[in-house]
């Protein structure tokens, strides 16, 4: 299974961004999926999380600002973010919780699309 993350770049403060996600391989079912990031020096935090069904989590520094979407028809996750800050520069990470045509359950990561903002 790959997960590939489409959409970082620099953006001004205020601007915005879309990233997308799709999944592929061996993929029988795919639960939740999700947005992280990581910025220089820090942990990996969560961003956004949704579930099959279109239930959604955000971490508090970007609920109103970040929308977490998915189509469960392209095995992809998105990720709107608007009235990015500075402190929103990191490097941010798909993930899924994927069954596999195997049977198994298990995470995936991406490999990471870095996001900067900055004037």
């Known amino acids: 299974v790959q997960l590939v993350e489409s959409g970082g770049g620099l953006v001004q403060p205020g601007g915005s961004l879309r990233l997308s996600c799709p999944a592929s391989g061996m993929i029988r079912s795919i639960n939740a999926m999700g947005w992280y990031r990581q910025a220089p020096g820090k942990q990996r935090e969560l961003v956004a999380t949704?579930?099959?069904?279109?239930?959604?989590n955000y971490a508090d520094s970007v609920t109103g600002r970040f929308t977490i979407s998915r189509d469960n028809t392209k095995n992809t996750v998105y990720l709107r973010m608007n009235s990015l800050k500075p402190e929103d520069t990191a490097v941010y990470y798909c993930?899924?919780?994927?069954?596999?045509?195997?049977?198994?359950?298990?995470?995936?990561w991406g490999q990471g699309t870095q996001v900067t903002v900055s004037s």
């Open positions: 993930n899924a919780q994927v069954t596999t045509l195997d049977g198994v359950l298990r995470a995936y």
């Open positions: 949704i579930t099959y069904k279109g239930n959604t």
